[in-house]
């Protein structure tokens, strides 16, 4: 082929890391993103609240003390992460099995139920968070 006949293709040779970083995700994308991510951080800290479970119902004393081991406030972020790892998780998967129905896949049916993901998890993990810190 010529040197005449080759498509002219952009060169990215000069990005920056404000470019990167500045870069703008679609809503869907960004709902799907912290899809894997909540199912990793669950994933990841399983065995631990497995471990806490199975240690606090070994006996009296040991749920006093897992007791006061999740009254610190650092503890109670952890568990507040992983609230709201699991309410997004549910609520992206109820998503995306509508989507596995062949059910909104368009472009404005998906950045809507994209949108109602945040809508309904992010309340509820600020009502997880109200509890936790004691506002009711």
């Known amino acids: 082929m010529s040197e005449a006949a080759k498509p002219n293709r952009p060169q990215f040779r000069n990005i920056s890391i404000t470019q990167i970083v500045g870069y703008r995700f679609p809503l869907a994308a960004l709902v799907s993103i912290l899809h894997r991510i909540s ?75 994209a949108a109602g993901v945040l809508i309904i998890s992010v309340p509820l993990a600020l009502i997880v968070a109200l509890k936790l810190f004691g506002a009711f």
């Open 39 to 113: 199912g990793v951080l669950m994933f990841l800290l399983l065995p631990f609240i497995l471990y806490m479970l199975d240690k606090s119902l070994a006996s009296e004393i040991s749920f006093e003390y897992f007791k006061g081991f999740t009254s610190g406030w650092f503890v109670k972020l952890v568990i507040l992460a992983l609230s709201w790892a699991y309410l997004h998780h549910f609520c992206a998967g109820i998503r995306h099995l509508i989507m596995d129905n062949h059910i909104g896949l368009d472009k404005d049916s998906a950045r809507k139920s």
